[in-house]
């Protein structure tokens, strides 16, 4: 069973950077080509939009959410097309995008600036009452 999972992490592997491949390739339809760029982009940046320190959600992106997108990918490219991507991502070095990594840093400041704002005027510190 351990070696069927091993088996199924490197086939996403290659297929993430086939979808790389496939985003970048004027022959991929339009609608395969957003999706495509969209979860290679999301897949190969070293952020996560949801931090895996956070229980359940942080993992449920990696476990659930990239796997799904990988297999509408896959679907929207043609067979043939994704066997000539998945070829050359064998071949392929691991793209880094490193563009999406700083959208992600600074969409998670822009929330904690939002909520350190939010906090501010919300949840200011009153002196306590003094009792008579």
């Given at each position: 069973?351990?070696?069927?999972?091993?088996?199924?992490?490197?086939?996403?592997?290659?297929d993430?950077?086939?979808?790389?491949?496939?985003?970048?390739?004027?022959?991929?339809p339009?609608?395969?080509?957003?999706?495509?760029?969209?979860?290679?982009?999301?897949?190969?940046?070293?952020i996560?939009?949801?931090?895996?320190?956070?229980?359940?959600?942080?993992?449920?992106?990696d476990?659930?959410?990239?796997?799904?997108?990988?297999?509408?990918?896959?679907?929207?490219?043609?067979?043939?097309l994704?066997?000539?991507?998945?070829?050359?991502?064998?071949?392929?070095?691991?793209?880094?995008n490193?563009?999406?990594?700083?959208?992600?840093v600074?969409?998670?400041?822009?929330?904690?600036?939002?909520?350190?704002?939010?906090c501010?005027?919300?949840?200011?510190?009153?002196?306590?009452?003094?009792?008579?």
């Amino acid at each position: 069973m351990l070696t069927q999972i091993k088996s199924w992490a490197q086939g996403l592997k290659r297929d993430v950077v086939a979808l790389w491949i496939a985003a970048r390739s004027p022959r991929t339809p339009l609608a395969a080509k957003l999706v495509a760029g969209a979860i290679a982009a999301y897949a190969l940046s070293p952020i996560d939009l949801i931090p895996d320190f956070i229980p359940i959600l942080g993992y449920l992106d990696d476990l659930v959410i990239v796997p799904l997108g990988i297999a509408l990918a896959v679907r929207l490219i043609p067979s043939a097309l994704m066997a000539e991507f998945r070829t050359q991502a064998v071949a392929a070095a691991r793209p880094v995008n490193r563009t999406v990594g700083v959208a992600i840093v600074i969409l998670w400041f822009v929330v904690l600036v939002i909520v350190a704002v939010w906090c501010w005027r919300n949840l200011r510190f009153m002196p306590m009452q003094q009792s008579q």
